[in-house]
């Protein structure tokens, strides 16, 4: 799953270097801190926050199906 989200952000923002991930696992949810630059939040986030949701569409559908959740937050 962070190989996907890696791949989807970097193909967005203009410095794909400064894009970090962390992946944390709680109870029955995996949470991913995404740390990008300050020019490139806007990119990520889209319109109305409309990149962004389709984002998490996509790692909720290739998320395993045996009741995790799947969360996406951006931290600057």
């Known amino acids: 799953m962070t190989e996907l989200l890696e791949y989807i ?3 967005l923002v203009d410095d794909p270097d400064s ?4 992946e944390i696992e709680k109870d029955k ?6 740390r990008a630059a300050k020019s490139d939040i806007g990119k990520i986030i889209g319109k109305r926050g409309r990149t962004i949701g389709a984002i998490r569409i996509l790692m909720n559908a290739a998320s395993p199906r045996e009741g ?3 969360v ?3 931290i600057e």
């Open 9 to 11: 952000v970097k193909s």
């Open 19 to 22: 894009i970090e991930i962390k």
């Open 29 to 34: 949810t995996t949470v991913y801190e995404l």
């Open 68 to 70: 995790n959740r799947t």
């Open 72 to 74: 996406l937050e951006i």
